[in-house]
């Protein structure tokens, strides 16, 4: 057997209603003074209220920073970690989807360790130590609980990124009451994120792909496969945000350590550019990049289409299983009321010819991808997906 490394959350709650008992959960390893980390949307809901309370009637003081934007900027991190410099936190909250708990992470390493950012972005750049650090995502998809990646927009439109397992938090907190709220577009967007987390990193090339990986990607994809559409259609299922959670999580997991590959390289540019949310950014591309996969990777996503599509198991041939897989991808995006085409969210046709370039850019993920793809290779996916 090859070898590989796993690393991944020390400590995992999962408890509807745990974030309401924050302090119980979490109070001793954040010490006396919290930054909780959310946006400006969810601290209008008050979804963050009842965690606050619990913190400050156990004692705690808790300074609030609510104004992470989708696509953190570089400004917003810094600001945050000025807010809790200047409040001596002792721990960090990050309370939200991706970018909340993205802000979070940096803000926990730079307060912690005093290092510059400058020298932090990349793999394995960031030493640490970082403040105590909790995280509580209020989405399903992200998996950012359990990964060591924060990604941070510099500039206009450049995203950075630090890959670290220092920036992994102490405890992450998974708690369904927080995602039952969440819009039916939202739901579908996040949970086919984490759907194609599961695929990818179950067919990633990486060295690092690993048994580990590949058991927990097959059960996210059961468990995301059997509830995306209860959480999407009936939002206060909470069995189901609860699988939804769980399954987000497990994929997270398991592409921490099995990096995902062509479905995000190429969802990235849709983001860069016409800021469509990570989610659809994914689902869009999703079945094209798989069908132009298959010729090395049918075997692979046969392996994993019944996890998702119980009905594939009576499926015989590995070549016809795996049709059927991104067959039933491709529905379940239209069934769940997603935009299915580049041209349904405007993305003009000539842009295709720049997004494959900037596609290419992504060579930290194409490396992982089960076949090599081209520039040309990317210019055909996009035109298949307009
Ligand atoms: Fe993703």
Not at 37 to 53: C, K, N, Q, W, Y
Not at 159 to 167: E, L
Request: aromatic share 4%; with cysteine; charged share 15%.
């Amino acid at each position: 057997m090859t070898p590989f490394q796993f690393n991944t959350t020390k400590s995992l709650v999962f408890e509807t209603g745990a974030a309401a008992h924050l302090a119980g959960v979490a109070g001793a390893v954040l010490g006396k003074t919290c930054l909780l980390v959310t946006d400006p949307g969810l601290r209008a809901l008050g979804l963050a209220d009842a965690a606050i309370a619990s913190l400050q009637d156990a004692g705690h003081e808790v300074v609030i920073f609510d104004q992470v934007e989708a696509d953190p900027s570089r400004e917003t991190l810094m600001t945050a970690v000025e807010a809790g410099r200047s409040a001596g936190a002792t721990g960090v909250v990050g309370f939200g989807g991706g970018s909340s708990l993205d802000v979070a992470k940096l803000v926990a390493l730079l307060l912690g360790s005093g290092e510059d950012l400058d020298d932090a972005w990349g793999v394995a750049q960031a030493k640490g130590p970082r403040l105590p650090l909790v995280l509580v995502p209020t989405t399903a998809g992200t998996g950012s609980e359990v990964t060591p990646v924060s990604i941070i927009t510099v500039g206009a439109e450049e995203k950075r990124g630090v890959s670290s397992p220092v920036i992994l938090p102490d405890i992450a907190i998974l708690d369904a009451d927080l995602t039952v709220g969440l819009p039916p577009h939202i739901t579908a967007a996040t949970g086919v994120d984490a759907m194609v987390h599961a695929i990818e990193a179950y067919a990633s090339k990486s060295a690092n792909n690993n048994p580990l990986s590949k058991m927990l990607a097959r059960e996210a994809l059961r468990l995301l496969g059997a509830n995306i559409e209860t959480a999407v259609f009936e939002g206060q299922n909470k069995d189901a945000r609860g699988a939804m959670l769980l399954g987000s999580m497990l994929a997270g997991q398991a592409f921490a350590n099995s990096p995902v590959a062509a479905v995000h390289a190429l969802a990235y540019p849709i983001g860069g550019t016409f800021h469509i949310p990570h989610g659809l950014s994914n689902a869009l591309v999703l079945p094209h990049v798989l069908r132009f996969n298959a010729p090395e990777a049918s075997a692979t996503y046969a392996e994993i289409a019944a996890d998702a599509f119980p009905h594939l198991a009576d499926v015989d041939g590995s070549q016809a299983r795996c049709a059927g897989f991104i067959d039933a991808l491709a529905d379940l995006s239209a069934k769940l009321g997603m935009q299915t085409r580049l041209r349904d969210v405007e993305i003009p046709k000539d842009a295709i010819a720049k997004m494959a370039s900037d596609a290419m850019l992504q060579t930290r993920l194409l490396v992982n991808n089960p076949r090599d793809v081209s520039e040309t290779d990317a210019f055909n996916i996009y035109t298949a997906a307009w």
